[in-house]
């Protein structure tokens, strides 16, 4: 069986060897939508940042969920893994590509009858209307090619292997950077032009994604009785994906209430909520890592029978991301502008923006802690946890908090960035009393 074995050895080294890749990974995934905002900042007016940093955020968001949906499928193939059970991790491996061909159509479809609504439901800038739209329009077409790759990354994670998506992004990266500068610089296309590089970089590297594979023995060898439906392995998908991705989509839909109670204040603070949340995306590379990384770790082991190793490796990433988040914390209080000033040079964005990341980043701290508990939680089976836990800290103090704090300090953001670190602290308070309640009760 091909994949690497996270059961044996110091579980800091297996975490490091595990999250480092992925943390790249995910720095390349967001440095190629950074430059998008960084190069429409340069050809553009604020109009196009807007379009650009909202369109963005809608497929940030279906991204995601797709992300959370394949979760399933990197748990089950690392419980296989850990189990040494060839056979059955060649099944998830075929049923997993047999359901998510029939979803990347369907979304495909549907999202492009409803670009028009979703523009409407933002409240976009009137200004920024027909460039979201254009923006839109060639991003959902490219939906098979984000979830192909999703996929594929997904299985190799399960696998133990978080090199080989680093790679696929790697190109993505470089390639989407190019088409920027071509699309937007050259041809002057604006808002359409960051989706034709976006969308014609992932297909890229999708194709260099098949490469790979057909490289690969062992698991990947799917045959075609392994793509046949089996109801017990697509329920069990299902039943670890759909609540990661009911609760990604859930928290994209805070952010993007956020967004509409930030278009309604005007174009300068769209366009300052816009960037920070482009860049906040950097600042939660460790965090976000740390989810995956406790999730397939965690998996292998309990698939393997050691649940002790289990819990110590999210102990240990806690510790890991508790320190990372209070040092980003601290210095983004000093520097706040000088990371919003790196995508424009407008004073009143530069001032806005800054206000909006000083609150936000304080959340890194507190999403570290909880993105450890819901890689547990998904690693036992218990994913609907995560998802609670996140819908109650979104209804009674992201969204609500947001709001109230946009209607009483109209001049500024801070306490709009605040409201999302209030949302993680509850989250983190609900997730302790489930772990403790369910260690007293043995389920794990």
Same mark, same amino acid.
């Given at each position: 069986?091909?994949?690497?074995?996270?059961?044996?050895?110091?579980?800091?080294?297996?975490?490091?060897?595990?999250?480092?890749?992925?943390?790249?990974?995910?720095?390349?995934?967001?440095?190629?939508?950074?430059?998008?905002?960084?190069?429409?900042?340069?050809?553009?007016?604020?109009?196009?940042?807007?379009?650009?940093?909202?369109?963005?955020?809608?497929?940030?968001?279906?991204?995601?969920?797709?992300?959370?949906?394949?979760?399933?499928?990197?748990?089950?193939?690392?419980?296989?893994?850990?189990?040494?059970?060839?056979?059955?991790?060649?099944?998830?491996?075929?049923?997993?590509?047999?359901?998510?061909?029939?979803?990347?159509?369907?979304?495909?479809?549907?999202?492009?009858?409803?670009?028009?609504?979703?523009?409407?439901?933002?409240?976009?800038?009137?200004?920024?209307?027909?460039?979201?739209?254009?923006?839109?329009?060639?991003?959902?077409?490219?939906?098979?090619?984000?979830?192909?790759?999703?996929?594929?990354?997904?299985?190799?994670?399960?696998?133990?292997?978080?090199?080989?998506?680093?790679?696929?992004?790697?190109?993505?990266?470089?390639?989407?950077?190019?088409?920027?500068?071509?699309?937007?610089?050259?041809?002057?296309?604006?808002?359409?032009?960051?989706?034709?590089?976006?969308?014609?970089?992932?297909?890229?590297?999708?194709?260099?994604?098949?490469?790979?594979?057909?490289?690969?023995?062992?698991?990947?060898?799917?045959?075609?009785?392994?793509?046949?439906?089996?109801?017990?392995?697509?329920?069990?998908?299902?039943?670890?994906?759909?609540?990661?991705?009911?609760?990604?989509?859930?928290?994209?839909?805070?952010?993007?209430?956020?967004?509409?109670?930030?278009?309604?204040?005007?174009?300068?603070?769209?366009?300052?909520?816009?960037?920070?949340?482009? !860049?906040?995306?950097?600042? #939660?590379? @460790?965090? =976000?890592?740390?989810?995956?990384? +406790? %999730?397939?770790?965690? /998996?292998?082991?309990?698939?393997?029978?050691?649940?002790?190793?289990?819990?110590?490796?999210?102990?240990?990433?806690?510790?890991?991301?508790?320190?990372?988040?209070?040092?980003?914390?601290?210095?983004?209080?000093?520097?706040?502008?000088?990371?919003?000033?790196?995508?424009?040079?407008?004073?009143?964005?530069?001032?806005?923006?800054?206000?909006?990341?000083?609150?936000?980043?304080?959340?890194?701290?507190?999403?570290?802690?909880?993105?450890?508990?819901?890689?547990? !939680?998904?690693?036992?089976? #218990?994913? @609907?946890? =995560?998802?609670?836990?996140?819908? +109650? %800290?979104?209804?009674? /103090?992201?969204?609500?908090?947001?709001?109230?704090?946009?209607?009483?300090?109209?001049?500024?953001?801070?306490?709009?960035?605040?409201?999302?670190?209030?949302?993680?602290?509850?989250?983190?308070?609900?997730?302790?009393?489930?772990?403790?309640?369910?260690?007293?009760?043995?389920?794990?």
């Amino acid at each position: 069986m091909n994949g690497k074995d996270l059961t044996q050895g110091s579980i800091l080294g297996n975490i490091m060897t595990f999250s480092l890749p992925y943390m790249l990974a995910y720095f390349l995934q967001i440095l190629y939508g950074l430059a998008d905002l960084y190069v429409i900042g340069q050809y553009c007016d604020v109009d196009s940042t807007t379009a650009v940093s909202n369109g963005a955020q809608v497929m940030y968001m279906v991204t995601v969920v797709l992300i959370g949906l394949a979760m399933g499928t990197t748990v089950l193939t690392a419980r296989a893994v850990g189990a040494k059970d060839s056979p059955r991790a060649r099944i998830i491996v075929g049923n997993t590509i047999t359901m998510f061909a029939i979803i990347a159509i369907v979304l495909m479809v549907v999202l492009l009858c409803l670009r028009g609504w979703i523009v409407g439901v933002m409240d976009t800038p009137a200004e920024a209307v027909d460039g979201m739209k254009h923006y839109l329009t060639v991003c959902f077409t490219g939906i098979p090619f984000i979830i192909a790759y999703n996929i594929i990354s997904s299985i190799f994670r399960g696998l133990g292997d978080s090199r080989s998506p680093m790679y696929f992004v790697a190109v993505a990266c470089v390639i989407n950077i190019a088409l920027d500068y071509l699309f937007i610089g050259f041809f002057e296309l604006g808002a359409m032009g960051a989706a034709l590089g976006t969308t014609l970089s992932q297909m890229t590297s999708v194709l260099f994604a098949f490469v790979t594979i057909r490289r690969h023995r062992g698991i990947l060898d799917v045959s075609r009785s392994d793509l046949y439906p089996h109801r017990d392995v697509i329920k069990n998908i299902l039943k670890i994906g759909v609540p990661i991705a009911m609760q990604d989509g859930f928290i994209q839909v805070s952010f993007l209430a956020i967004t509409v109670i930030a278009n309604q204040r005007g174009l300068i603070d769209a366009a300052a909520v816009g960037i920070v949340e482009k !860049f906040i995306g950097l600042v #939660f590379i @460790v965090p =976000s890592a740390m989810l995956s990384t +406790v %999730s397939a770790i965690s /998996a292998q082991n309990i698939g393997a029978g050691n649940m002790e190793r289990a819990k110590r490796t999210m102990r240990t990433a806690m510790m890991i991301t508790t320190g990372y988040g209070v040092v980003c914390a601290v210095v983004l209080q000093f520097i706040p502008q000088l990371a919003v000033g790196i995508f424009t040079d407008n004073a009143q964005v530069l001032a806005q923006g800054a206000d909006y990341l000083r609150g936000y980043v304080w959340d890194c701290i507190f999403a570290g802690l909880h993105f450890c508990f819901s890689g547990f !939680f998904t690693a036992c089976g #218990f994913s @609907v946890i =995560s998802f609670i836990h996140n819908s +109650v %800290s979104i209804v009674c /103090a992201r969204i609500p908090l947001a709001w109230l704090s946009s209607t009483l300090y109209p001049e500024t953001l801070y306490p709009m960035g605040l409201s999302t670190c209030i949302g993680s602290m509850l989250s983190c308070l609900i997730c302790v009393g489930v772990y403790w309640w369910m260690k007293k009760k043995a389920y794990f």
